[in-house]
């Protein structure tokens, strides 16, 4: 399937008076044409007009919180008769996608998304996890929410030193290649106090990704893991005791999550009228 848009470089947020109303941009002509003089009338017309535009997007600038860790920012109609909504869950890009939708059906979903920035049901569409390929490695290193845009290893060690001596709570440091991945530490201290260290631990494997999870108090194999990471791109081998997970299932639930959140909410203002 041709994605013929690029979620990892949205527009992004803006600050100041732009923060303090919605911001969208209406995308056309194969991606060419970006205009944020977006209206009910200029969408329905793109949509009614997908065929030369081969796809039409509506992109919100200030992307719809679902969780905690993720957010819809992103919806395409394309001239095939698919809608994909794409969802940023923590560094992760996530498509959901369903095919079979009419001009009309697809212009009240883009136009609902504009005006009330609404979410359309996709409890039972297709869910990818959206990875361009890159032409070089690409790093990130987050720290207590934090992103840095130049580290190199002697920061990641950093903050994991940082971890153990407290003064942080958790890093998350990924790359992306052909066998890319990335590894989650968190600190969580028990009842008598002593420091042990939740790990998670994802490689995005083909086709089906690999995830592990563990909690260990060792911090020595800890620093070797993350350094092999960080220099070698190399992942440890797995013990008998770590947790294996569905990495597929585990970020598919989290952009379901608001959709049970979303029901209680209505349910709750129905019992309230």
């Not at 690029?6 to 194969?30: C, F, W």
């Not at 991945?181 to 600190?187: A, D, E, V």
């Amino acid at each position: 399937m041709t994605t013929m848009f690029d979620p990892k470089h949205p527009r992004g947020t803006y600050s100041g008076a732009a923060a303090m109303k919605p911001q969208y941009v209406l995308i056309t002509e194969n991606g060419k044409e970006r205009t944020s003089n977006v209206t009910v009338a200029r969408i329905m017309e793109a949509v009614y007009k997908v065929d030369i535009h081969e796809y039409v997007t509506i992109e919100k600038c200030l992307p719809v919180r679902l969780i905690r860790s993720a957010e819809l920012f992103a919806l395409s109609f394309y001239k095939d008769s698919h809608i994909a909504a794409y969802f940023r869950v923590g560094k992760t890009i996530l498509r959901m996608v369903r095919s079979g939708f009419s001009v009309e059906n697809a212009t009240d979903v883009m136009c609902d998304f504009f005006q009330l920035a609404k979410i359309p049901d996709v409890q039972n569409w297709t869910c990818e996890e959206l990875k361009p390929a890159p032409r070089k490695v690409e790093s990130t290193l987050t720290v207590d929410g934090e992103d840095f845009r130049y580290f190199g290893c002697a920061d990641v060690m950093a903050a994991l030193e940082n971890i153990i001596e407290g003064k942080s709570k958790w890093l998350l440091h990924d790359f992306t290649d052909e066998d890319g991945g990335y590894i989650n530490i968190h600190r969580c201290d028990d009842n008598d106090g002593l420091a042990k260290y939740k790990v998670e631990l994802v490689r995005w494997t083909k086709p089906i990704p690999t995830g592990y999870r563990f909690i260990l108090s060792d911090v020595a194999p800890l620093r070797r893991w993350l350094w092999d990471f960080t220099v070698e791109r190399t992942y440890p081998d797995p013990l008998p005791e770590w947790e294996t997970f569905d990495v597929t299932d585990y970020f598919q639930r989290l952009a379901f999550r608001f959709l049970d959140e979303e029901d209680k909410l209505d349910k709750k203002e129905r019992d309230e009228r």
